[in-house]
């Protein structure tokens, strides 16, 4: 009996599948790309612990009616970009204030002892034309301050940027200006439509801003077309509508920037994009070869004062002020740098301070033990000194150095040991000298 033939059937051809692109508008985050976000990061955390601020994530999916009473429904920088069903609309989020401000509410934090500092990195999302450092996912990082109405707040949110970006070696310039409260914005939308159509500036703007003349003006200022930059030129600016009282705050906050030494531009045209802003609105801009920053310029960071964001939103009348560093747009300026950073000494400092001219001597002081590596805490926009002492005690400061009006005047600084208890005065000029005997530095 013959052998049967055995017939063995070729292998099907394993089926060829395209590869997928990741989507238009977003990007993927490499590990050889995360030394560069952990750079940042840990900068930005670090920061955010120093001036007290605490961490807070809120979900990327919110109700569509937050972005609506926000920005308007008619808003071009949003979209709803996912409706979980008709009757129940969600959005991914355009922005993390407004979520960190539903989330104030809506758990009732309003009873928290004032001010409330919030720090928050995250992904957002926006519908924004695709360009360098512009995705339709990108990642803010904020700082969030509210139920404080003082200068000194917006102050220390245009510190903490400066100093975000000085010790990542990015050289910025803080473009600043004062919008005024709504009263004082109505006058001037009055004025700068009246500007645009009695001379005849009307038909040389782009479309958009020809239709924004009337409903919103202060967007023009905005506009990044070079015809609506030219026409806006000699348009008014906005600190010649503002009332005495935005005025005083303004100067305020000038002064502490002048004592700080922090370099600044008053830009009478900067208007930030959203039109919930008031008084207080500043930009973080790269330098350019120049050394001067201009509107085309890339922000870096931007923020400002909301003192009527949280009634809109069904809160309190509250003021708040905030601060958005976006980070990719960051990474892009230091991609090729390595940037070590000092690590914090193990013994920790309190600087507490009563009165004005005291807290803008801390607020010096400050910065200059930061800078020399001292681990050094604060509580500037506290004005109560056992508050501030009892800050000290439950972070578990080693030392208070406490300036009042008597130090100032006598130009010295009074040193307590937070354990013992025990007081001595020191002469201002040796203070840094002393703590370097005592704690050491870094």
């Given at each position: 009996m013959g052998r049967k033939k055995i017939i063995t059937k070729p292998?099907?051809?394993?089926?060829?599948?395209?590869?997928i692109a990741r989507a238009q508008g977003v990007r993927d985050?490499?590990?050889?790309?995360?030394?560069?976000?952990?750079?940042?990061?840990?900068?930005?955390?670090?920061?955010?612990?120093?001036?007290?601020?605490e961490n807070i994530r809120t979900p990327i999916l919110e109700p569509s009616q937050l972005s609506e009473r926000v920005f308007g429904k008619k808003s071009t920088m949003f979209e709803n970009l996912f409706e979980a069903d008709a009757k129940?609309?969600?959005?991914?989020?355009?922005?993390?204030?407004?979520?960190?401000?539903?989330?104030?509410?809506?758990?009732?934090?309003?009873?928290?002892?004032?001010?409330?500092?919030?720090f928050g990195v995250d992904s957002v999302f926006?519908?924004?034309?695709?360009?360098?450092?512009?995705?339709?996912?990108?990642?803010?990082?904020n700082f969030e301050i509210l139920n404080e109405g003082d200068a000194s707040v917006d102050v220390l949110l245009i510190l903490i940027a400066y100093s975000f970006f000085r010790e990542l070696q990015i050289d910025v310039q803080v473009n600043i200006n004062s919008i005024g409260c709504y009263e004082c914005q109505d006058e001037y939308k009055s004025k700068l439509s009246k500007f645009y159509k009695t001379h005849s500036k009307k038909s040389k703007l782009c479309s958009n801003c020809q239709k924004n003349l009337t409903k919103d003006p202060l967007s023009i200022l905005n506009c990044q077309e070079e015809s609506c930059q030219n026409e806006s030129k000699d348009a008014p600016p906005t600190v010649d509508s503002i009332c005495e009282e935005c005025?005083?705050?303004?100067?305020?906050?000038?002064?502490?920037?002048?004592?700080?030494?922090?370099?600044?531009?008053?830009?009478?045209?900067?208007?930030?994009?959203?039109?919930?802003?008031?008084?207080?609105?500043?930009?973080?801009l790269l330098k350019n070869d120049d050394e001067e920053a201009t509107?085309?310029?890339?922000?870096?960071?931007?923020?400002?004062?909301?003192?009527?964001?949280?009634?809109?939103?069904?809160g309190a009348n509250i003021p708040g002020c905030g601060l958005s560093i976006g980070i990719e747009r960051v990474i892009l300026k230091i991609k090729e740098k390595n940037i070590p950073f000092k690590k914090e000494g193990d013994n920790c400092i309190f600087i507490a301070q009563l009165g004005d001219p005291a807290k803008r001597q801390a607020f010096l002081l400050?910065?200059?033990?930061?800078?020399?590596?001292?681990?050094?805490?604060?509580?500037?926009?506290?004005?109560?000194?056992r508050k501030q002492l009892d800050e000290a005690t439950r972070i578990g400061a080693k030392y208070a150095l406490i300036l009042g009006h008597k130090e100032i005047l006598d130009k010295t600084i009074l040193l307590r040991d937070m354990e013992s208890g025990n007081q001595e005065v020191l002469g201002f000029k040796k203070v840094i000298q002393e703590m370097h005997k005592r704690v050491g530095e870094m």
């Open positions: 292998k099907p051809k394993p089926k060829i599948y395209k590869k985050v490499l590990p050889k790309e995360h030394k560069y976000w952990d750079l940042i990061l840990n900068k930005a955390q670090d920061l955010a612990k120093i001036y007290g601020f129940n609309k969600v959005t991914l989020r355009g922005e993390l204030r407004s979520g960190i401000i539903r989330a104030f509410l809506d758990s009732n934090m309003i009873e928290l002892e004032r001010p409330v500092k919030f926006r519908n924004e034309k695709i360009k360098q450092g512009h995705y339709k996912q990108f990642t803010q990082c005025q005083a705050h303004l100067t305020k906050v000038l002064e502490y920037l002048d004592d700080l030494g922090i370099t600044y531009h008053l830009d009478p045209h900067l208007i930030n994009n959203a039109d919930y802003y008031e008084q207080t609105v500043f930009k973080i509107k085309k310029d890339i922000d870096l960071g931007s923020g400002g004062r909301y003192d009527n964001l949280l009634a809109k939103l069904g400050f910065e200059e033990m930061r800078k020399l590596g001292f681990k050094i805490r604060q509580s500037f926009i506290t004005n109560s000194l």
